[in-house]
């Protein structure tokens, strides 16, 4: 008898690549926004002596994110906006697919200990989704680590992915360097549990007596509590940045040992409002990546499905002939036999 294909729903490998061919997609439309937020985040203000005669600087300082687009369009053309842009889409692919097979493997664990029919609370969604987050970073930050690096090298000091890595793991720190920004990283991932609880805020307020949301309203809510955490996590942003790219030159290239460092030099240096310096791309990035995923997501999710399903079939299919093969060759041996 053939086997019958089952129209089994998506499983966790399939809703991982989805995941992370949706983000993909999403983060590479908008790669100059993510590359820009990057250079303002690890620029230092230039100083400006007693006597008012302006100090040469060696690197371009960018006053804003279209000082920053002009100047490097003019200095590198179009492609220097796109610098980096291979390795940061292969981080962004791996830390999506990353944390879709760990919340899977996590909620797994969970639901098998807690047993069947239990409901879990919001506390224990975000606390899940903060363990899977923690377990993506622990395996995927090598590569923000060099991609941040990539992101903010000079056109003439630009090097190839594992060039970079291969500099970052003969520096000071060895191979301990791939995991530099680690405990900030960590931190953050409280990001979704703010975004998740303002979320939750804004529509009792916005939107007291409605159950179902429409798709633009669920979208200008999403985009507004990504806002606030953006606002609050920014500081943890721009210290994890700062551990993760190259020291800067009044450093004498040593490198900061903690986040808690790079925020007093900054505040030394630059004073406490360029803690939320490149706050303006960064907002922008993460408005427009919700966007396009929400716009995607299904589409590809459905294209992986049909897929699968068209793997099913083909299957199913091979199994039936290589079923009739025998069963005729089980008729053919007893004739033979006689």
């Known amino acids: 008898m053939a086997v019958q294909s089952k129209p089994a729903p998506i499983g966790p490998w399939g809703k991982a690549t989805a995941g992370a061919a949706g983000a993909v997609l999403a983060n ?40 920053a687009v002009t100047k490097i369009a003019s200095a590198e053309g179009v492609s220097g906006l796109y610098a980096g842009m291979s390795g940061a889409l292969l981080g962004v692919a791996s830390t999506n697919f990353a944390y879709f097979y760990w919340y899977s493997a996590v909620r797994n664990a969970y639901d098998k200990y807690r047993g069947a029919g239990h409901k879990s609370s919001t ?9 899977a987050g923690a377990l993506a970073q622990l395996f995927t930050i090598p ?3 060099i991609t941040t ?20 793991v003969n520096g000071e720190d060895g191979i301990c360097g791939l995991w ?44 507004m509590s990504k806002a606030l955490a953006t606002i609050v996590t920014q500081p943890l942003i721009v210290a994890k940045v700062g551990l993760q790219s190259k020291p800067p030159p009044s450093r004498q290239g040593k490198p900061f040992k903690s986040f808690v460092e790079v925020m007093q030099f900054i505040i030394e240096n630059e004073g406490p409002l360029s803690l939320f310096k490149g706050i303006g791309p960064q907002i922008l990035k993460g408005l427009l ?34 079923e009739a093969v ?13």
């Open 28 to 67: 590479a439309l908008v790669y100059p926004l993510d590359l820009i937020k990057t250079k303002l985040q690890v620029q230092v203000t230039p100083s400006q002596p007693a006597d008012g005669e302006t100090k040469p600087d060696e690197e371009t300082h960018y006053k804003s994110t279209w000082d």
């Open 123 to 131: 506390f224990e969604e975000l606390a899940l989704g903060a363990v």
């Open 143 to 145: 590569v923000a680590v």
């Open 149 to 168: 690096r990539q992101q903010t090298q000079t056109k003439a000091d630009r090097k190839g992915f594992f060039e970079t890595g291969r500099e970052v």
């Open 180 to 223: 530099r920004g680690l405990k900030a990283s960590l931190v953050l991932v409280v990001n979704p549990s703010i975004t998740y609880g303002a979320y939750e805020r804004l529509k009792t307020i916005l939107f007291p007596n409605k159950k179902n949301l429409s798709p633009w309203e669920a979208f200008a809510l999403g985009a």
């Open 289 to 322: 990546v919700q966007g396009i995923l929400m716009m995607t997501k299904e589409r590809v999710e459905l294209m992986f499905i049909l897929f699968v399903r068209y793997l099913q079939v083909m299957r199913s299919k091979r199994i039936a002939r290589a």
């Open 326 to 338: 025998v069963a005729a060759a089980k008729q053919i041996a007893p004739i033979t036999t006689k």
